[in-house]
């Protein structure tokens, strides 16, 4: 008897295993929500990340600015970042009532938002820290919003697996979580291009008012978040032209891009106008007595070109607000020629393969690994699609492809050659095309699911590792981040950012040694309670630092002070400079003593003017950091503070060959560094 109940188990048992399943299909609002929740994971990874990192060098003029835009009308301070993201980052401290420094200082007249932003965070007793947070917090939703247009663009072209594989990827893309929680426009700029070539797509193939109305008010939107913004124009146009392509409709759908165009343009011209208060001027009504912008349009207008009479006429017949054309006319003018650094080269104009390298470099490996396996498997299938396939699997495509390569084409042709984040509104593209691979993670492609599988979480991994220093992610092909200085520096690396971690390390490891520190940014080392005497340091904010002569002891420096990116002796160290600094270092005790000893001063300004003394004192500091760094850059750094800020312990006989000792004695101590490391 029991030998049969047994064998009756047995069997219904075995019936049960043969009995499959019914598949659980998770709802479409589940599915939604959970994107959502990943979106916020993706905000809340970006924000808290920055609770550890100081004011990068942009954030203090667009909190600034943006808070001088909401409660004064006032926007002469900043107006070539875009007015949008500056009110919206400015929000909290608008709301709560922080009070701007009065309008009778000299920064504020001058529109110098560096100084004067200087003023309302570090010299009022504010919170500093909470306002930038919060600004920050505000700016980490539209990263998240980002986020998901990713997810629902992806999940139109490949479905469900494929849109959480594609928000994924964006979710812990070190990119955008350096960026996303940003006070700054760039992350505001990547959402609008990606949701403004969406939003035009979906109303060209979606006749109708909801889609129109849409569309023209992202594009508006658009043009008041960065200038940048002209871009949308021929992305808008190649849109077009695929929307065109085959149609045998007459002259129909020409009319209809051509009436689509003018409400574009209206509704454009009508949200510009609003965000500047409907008013021409730039400056606030009680507020104009010696106000100007801080460059004045003469020079504005030098050199401009074909643009220049434009922008003439537009200003002569107030068609647009003054700040917004001034705001337009500045980023023409100051994107001609900017100070760059690559790979120990150094340009005005910029390198064509500038921003190739930095994608390269500052991607994870494993995404780069997996745009590859996009590449191979799309081209392998494509060899047996007809025409009918073809038009039917890159019809949709067509937006992404028209924003990627108008944007592309710009950058590489820039020469702008500031910070990987310039190409940040590029990255959503490819995360929502590797969207495709989505149908890979399936168990009956067992291999093919691994590799993506594989691929994801060792991108999710490598993003985790790096964290809180999101900015100074570089892979292994440019040897880490503890490399990156000698690559990239600037918003591609050190912004200002590393304060507080260098506060600590000074804590831990100082003791009572002199510190010495040259640092790249806006923040304020002395509200982080970093005691140091100054090196030289951009931008020149805040307090003007004594005259000195350097110790040894601890230098702390700034990755973009150390290769002297900005400095005017930037480049070779030539016998020219060696010279004139050799002339100029013999008169150093008595440029100490024009500072410090009253009765000498009066001595030295009866044999040379003051302007001549403060002039030679800046000349020589300038040179002697100069000199300096060529040593420090052959020389292995002690400590980096989040890879950004480089701390070097010189000795007594260190410090005075590679500052006071002859060229000779300099070239010597090069090479001998040189010699240990190799």
Not at 417 to 437: D, E, K
């Amino acid at each position: 008897m029991g030998h049969k109940i047994r064998f009756s188990l047995c069997e219904i048992l075995s019936t049960l295993r043969r009995v499959q399943r019914p598949a659980v299909t998770p709802s479409a609002g589940f599915l939604v929500t959970l994107a959502v929740l990943l979106g916020l994971a993706h905000a809340i990874f970006a924000v808290t990340a920055t609770t550890e990192k100081s004011m990068t060098s942009d954030e203090i003029a667009h909190l600034t600015a943006g808070h001088a835009y909401n409660t004064r009308g006032d926007y002469r301070l900043q107006p070539e970042n875009g007015n949008l993201p500056q009110r919206w980052a400015a929000l909290p401290a608008s709301l709560i009532g922080a009070p701007l420094p009065p309008p009778a200082l000299e920064p504020w007249r001058e529109a110098d938002v560096w100084n004067y932003g200087h003023a309302f965070f570090y010299e009022q007793g504010l919170p500093a820290d909470l306002l930038l947070f919060a600004g920050r917090a505000m700016v980490a939703l539209f990263s998240a919003a980002t986020g998901l247009l990713v997810y629902f663009w992806s999940r139109s072209l490949f479905g469900q697996r494929g849109a959480f594989l594609s928000l994924v990827l964006f979710v812990f893309s070190p990119t955008f979580l350096a960026h996303g929680a940003l006070a700054t426009s760039d992350a505001v700029m990547a959402f609008f291009f990606l949701a403004a070539v969406g939003a035009w797509w979906r109303h060209l193939e979606r006749p109708g008012f909801g889609p129109a109305a849409l569309s023209s008010v992202t594009f508006g939107l658009a043009c008041v978040s960065k200038f940048s913004a002209p871009l949308l124009l021929p992305m808008f146009g190649l849109c077009a032209l695929g929307w065109l392509a085959g149609r045998r409709e007459g002259a129909a759908p020409y009319w209809r891009l051509l009436r689509s165009a003018a409400v574009h343009v209206v509704v454009g011209w009508a949200i510009i106008w609003l965000f500047y208060g409907f008013r021409f001027s730039p400056f606030a009504p009680a507020l104009t007595e010696g106000a100007t912008y801080n460059h004045g349009w003469g020079w504005m207008l030098t050199d401009l070109g074909w643009p220049r009479a434009i922008i003439v006429r537009l200003r002569d017949w107030h068609l647009l607000p003054d700040a917004f054309l001034y705001g337009f006319t500045f980023v023409l003018q100051f994107a001609k020629q900017r100070g760059a650094f690559l790979n120990g080269e150094y340009s005005l104009t910029g390198w064509p393969s500038f921003f190739p390298y930095t994608f390269l470099v500052k991607s994870t490996l494993p995404f780069l690994l997996l745009l590859g396996v996009a590449g191979m498997a799309g081209v392998r299938a494509a060899r047996t699609w007809g025409q009918t396939v073809w038009r039917a699997r890159l019809r949709p495509l067509i937006p992404l492809g028209a924003l990627f390569v108008v944007y592309w084409a710009m950058s590489i042709t820039s020469h702008l050659n500031i910070g990987h984040r310039h190409i940040l509104p590029t990255y959503p593209v490819l995360f929502i095309t590797l969207g495709a691979l989505g149908s890979w993670i399936d168990l009956r492609r067992r291999l093919a699911a691994l590799v993506v599988a594989g691929l994801v979480l060792w991108h999710g991994v490598e993003s985790w590792r790096i964290r809180p220093h999101y900015l100074a992610y570089f892979n292994p092909l440019a040897g880490g981040p503890a490399n990156g200085w000698r690559h990239l520096v600037d918003s591609s690396l050190d912004w200002g950012q590393d304060l507080p971690g260098l506060q600590r390390w000074l804590a831990r490891e100082a003791g009572r040694e002199p510190v010495f520190l040259a640092y790249f940014g806006t923040g304020d080392p002395a509200y982080e309670g970093i005691r140091a005497t100054l090196l030289p340091s951009l931008p020149e904010v805040g307090q003007r630092r004594p005259w000195h002569a350097l110790q040894p002891g601890l230098y702390a420096v700034s990755a973009t002070m150390l290769q002297q990116v900005y400095s005017p002796v930037r480049g070779p160290w030539t016998l020219a400079l060696e010279q004139e600094y050799q002339q100029l270092r013999v008169t150093e005790p008595d440029l100490l003593a024009y500072q410090a000893d009253p009765k000498r001063r009066e001595e030295l300004l009866r044999a040379a003017p003051a302007i001549n003394w403060t002039t030679a004192w800046r000349r020589y500091e300038l040179l002697r950091f100069a000199r300096l760094c060529h040593y420090l850059r052959v020389r292995s750094p002690d400590a980096e503070i989040g890879y950004s800020i480089l701390i070097y312990r010189l000795t007594p006989d260190e410090l005075n060959r590679a500052c006071s000792g002859s060229l000779q004695d300099w070239s010597k101590l090069i090479e001998e560094t040189v010699g240990r490391k190799g």
